[in-house]
Each structure stands twice: as structure tokens, then as C-alpha cells.
């Protein structure tokens, strides 16, 4: 893997593509600037070597216009006091008045270019548009893991016009570690947690992780259409009648691969999809009529913990609970503190992907695991298997 670690960027300009899609409030104001933390050892690395940074990133969806409210300048000063240092803004990314700003940035000064967006070639990934913006650099670094599956022109197109110096900048590279430790080179026995709500969003990465896997922990509503199939009562649970013989075929597929596959033995369930609802705690294959399962029990979160306990690398994707109710979170709670512990005794773990990632970061257990994806669909996409285009462009 080539990383900026691989080079001296010494009275170079790293033109940086990365990650600032971030939530803002409706003062335009970032409410959660993760992303731009994410970045700070690449940018931080580029200009201690002597080089200079020119930041190139995406907000919102302005679909080719240039429209005020996904304007790059409302997040400067936020971009600024992260990476503690001034950062220049121009207000283009492509042509003369971005060219100008480029040519005059001297070593260690930080500059961030306009709203790729604003042009629709950007997401052509057209290949006069790329060319126009290595123009301002010497480097090309992508470290813009949540845009990585998407072949633009910044994040892939642009790496043919830098031969030899296209590099992983350094939160892609400790993304990618993380995917690679746990599908291939992860100590055993490894652990996949999928939860979530469908079955059918998650088949191909449960097609890609069985042979690297030893156990599976399949939970949250996907988990009731394998309980169904299996001759499970659910219920009104959540279910797709059209994945029953699929679900019959994964348990199949993982016994071919000697995976260990652990369902919820019970459940906390509910006569309606509210918090408010009386709940009971019952065998998960004897849900009555007209109940729902809406989180794991006791007796499954212990059955899950001892699994994770003894396991030397986890993966997990997808709350096991609606998590987002108080009265159906402890499911989830507990498998997030089961994590945690076996973290604490020396396993590696990875939280990756949408809900589960809003999951680790609401109930504070961020610090708890080993990793945090930043990219939820590059994430998802890398554990079907995929190669990102973000990523082949580099190692080509
Ligand atoms: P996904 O986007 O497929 O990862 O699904 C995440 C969603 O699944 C979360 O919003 C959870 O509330 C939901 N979920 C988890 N368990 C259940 C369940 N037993 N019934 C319905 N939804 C669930």
C-alpha cells in the first residue's frame, strides 16, 4: 500500500482529496466535525515535511449548480480551528482564480477549494475535469475513505495524471487495515455481528465474510426472517417472506465453512412498534400473535457475550435492537459492553457502517473499540468484497 509515509513532501503541494461531507445546522454551522478530525495526521504529516495542502472536498448534493447553501466557506473556520492553523479559501476549484490561489501557497500553508459539486463532471468523473485539478498539485493524496466507492473525478479519475506520486493518505490506510485484519489477516477466532433491520442488504457481505469467519452472530430484524425459516412463530416481527429459502441457504453456506451461526434465543417484544408499548421477554421462536420482537434478550445477550469474549477479532455492522427506543436499547447496550471487554482483553474490533457507527457514537463507546469506520456505504461495499475505485486508482 503506498501512503504518504512513502514520500518527503518537501516544497511540494499535496493536492488532498477528502471527507468533508458533515452535518451542519440550518446556520450552516458543522454539528459534528469528525470527518475534518480524521484528516489532521495527512495534513498534518504533508506540511511538518516542508510541503503545502490543497484540500479538494464535496458538501451536500448541488447536482452541478452552484448553490450558496453547500458553499465550502461556511465550514472554513470550523476546518481552520481542527486542523489549528489558517485555512485560504477560493472559491473555484477548477480554472484561473483556483490555479492562481494554488500557484501562491507557499510551504505550510493550507488551502481549500470550492465545493467540487458545483460542476457535474465532478461526478462524471470526467477526465478533462481531473485533469484540470491536478493541474494544481504535484501529489495527488486521497484520504476521502466515505467517497471512496465512487469513481469521480477526484477520488479516482485524477490519479492517472500522477504517475508515480499518488499515495493512501493516512485515515485510508488505517481504513483499510482494519478491513483487511478482519478478512484476511485477522487473529482467530474471528466474529462478524450483523444486525439491522433486512436481511437483503446484507446478503452479499454475509456471502463474503463466511470464509473468514469463525462464528456469526446474525441479530435486530434481519434475525426474524432466519427464525421464520427455521419454523420459528414471529409474530408481526419484522420479516421479508421473500428471503425465507435464502436465509435456510446462508445457514447451509456457513455450515460448509464450519462457521458457528448464533441467533437470538429470546426476545424483548412489544403489541406495537413504540416505546410505549407493554413489553414482554419471550422464547423468540414462540413470539403470540400480534406481537413484535424489537431487541435481544437477556438470555441472547449473554450467549453473544461469551462468544465475543472468547474471540480474538470482531467485526460488527448493524444494531441488534431498535436502539433508537430506551426500552428496546439494552440489546444493543449489551453487546456494545461485550465488545468493549473483549477489546479490553486484546481483541481487534471493528465498527463499520451507518447505524451501528451512530450507535458507538451516541452511547459513548467510540473510545471503547479498536475502530471506527468513517465510510458507511466504502465500508459496506468493502466488506461485499468490492475493490473501491478509489482504491484501485491508487494501487494501479
Ligand atoms: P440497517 O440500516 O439495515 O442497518 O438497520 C438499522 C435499523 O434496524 C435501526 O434503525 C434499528 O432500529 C433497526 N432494527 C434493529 N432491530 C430491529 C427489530 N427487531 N425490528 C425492527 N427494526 C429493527
Not at 28 to 41: E, G, S
Request: a negative charge.
Amino acid at each position: 500500500m503506498k501512503t504518504i509515509k512513502d514520500f518527503d513532501f518537501k516544497d511540494k503541494k499535496a493536492l488532498v482529496r477528502v471527507d468533508f461531507n458533515v452535518p451542519q445546522d440550518d446556520q450552516l454551522k458543522v454539528t459534528d466535525n469528525t470527518r475534518i478530525v480524521a484528516v489532521k495526521p495527512t495534513v498534518d504529516k504533508i506540511l511538518n515535511d516542508g510541503g503545502s495542502v490543497i484540500l479538494m472536498a464535496h458538501l451536500g448534493r448541488p447536482k452541478g449548480e452552484v448553490k450558496d447553501e453547500f458553499s465550502l466557506k461556511h465550514i472554513v473556520d470550523e476546518v481552520s480551528e481542527v486542523l489549528g492553523k489558517e485555512v485560504k479559501f477560493v472559491e473555484e476549484c477548477v480554472g484561473e482564480k483556483a490555479e492562481q490561489a494554488a500557484s501562491e501557497l507557499k510551504a505550510g500553508e493550507i488551502l481549500l477549494l470550492e465545493n467540487l459539486r458545483f460542476h457535474s463532471e465532478e461526478e462524471k468523473g470526467d477526465e478533462a475535469f481531473a485533469e484540470k485539478l491536478s493541474k494544481l498539485g504535484d501529489a495527488y493524496v486521497n484520504d476521502a475513505f466515505g467517497t471512496a466507492h465512487r469513481a469521480h473525478a477526484s477520488t479516482a479519475v485524477i490519479a492517472k495524471f500522477f504517475e508515480s506520486t499518488k499515495f493512501f493518505g493516512l485515515l485510508m490506510a488505517d481504513e483499510l487495515k482494519a478491513i483487511d485484519k478482519v478478512l484476511k489477516s485477522g487473529e482467530k477466532p474471528v466474529t462478524a455481528i450483523l444486525g439491522g433491520s433486512k436481511v437483503s442488504t446484507k446478503i452479499t457481505i454475509i456471502e463474503n465474510i463466511l470464509p473468514a469467519v469463525d462464528n456469526l452472530i446474525i441479530g435486530g430484524g434481519m434475525a426474524f426472517t432466519f427464525i421464520k425459516a427455521l419454523g420459528g412463530k414471529i409474530g408481526t416481527s419484522l420479516v421479508e417472506e421473500d428471503k425465507l429459502s435464502l436465509a435456510l441457504e446462508i445457514i447451509g453456506k456457513a455450515k460448509e465453512h464450519n462457521v458457528k451461526v448464533y441467533l437470538p434465543s429470546d426476545t424483548v417484544i412489544a403489541e406495537s412498534f413504540s416505546n410505549d408499548a407493554d413489553t414482554q421477554e419471550v422464547n423468540i421462536y414462540e413470539i403470540p400473535e400480534g406481537w413484535m420482537g424489537l431487541d435481544a434478550g437477556p438470555k441472547s445477550r449473554d450467549q453473544f457475550n461469551d462468544v465475543l469474549l472468547n474471540s480474538k477479532t470482531i467485526l460488527w455492522n448493524g444494531p441488534i435492537g431498535v436502539f433508537e427506543m430506551s426500552n428496546f436499547s439494552a440489546g444493543t447496550v449489551a453487546l456494545g459492553d461485550s465488545i468493549a471487554e473483549a477489546t479490553n482483553l486484546g481483541a481487534f474490533s471493528l465498527v463499520g457502517g451507518g447505524d451501528s457507527v451512530a450507535f458507538v457514537k451516541q452511547f459513548g463507546y467510540g473510545e471503547k473499540v479498536s475502530y471506527v469506520s468513517t465510510g458507511g456505504g466504502a465500508m459496506l461495499e468493502s466488506l461485499e468484497g468490492l475493490e473501491l475505485p478509489g482504491v484501485a486508482a491508487i494501487n494501479k
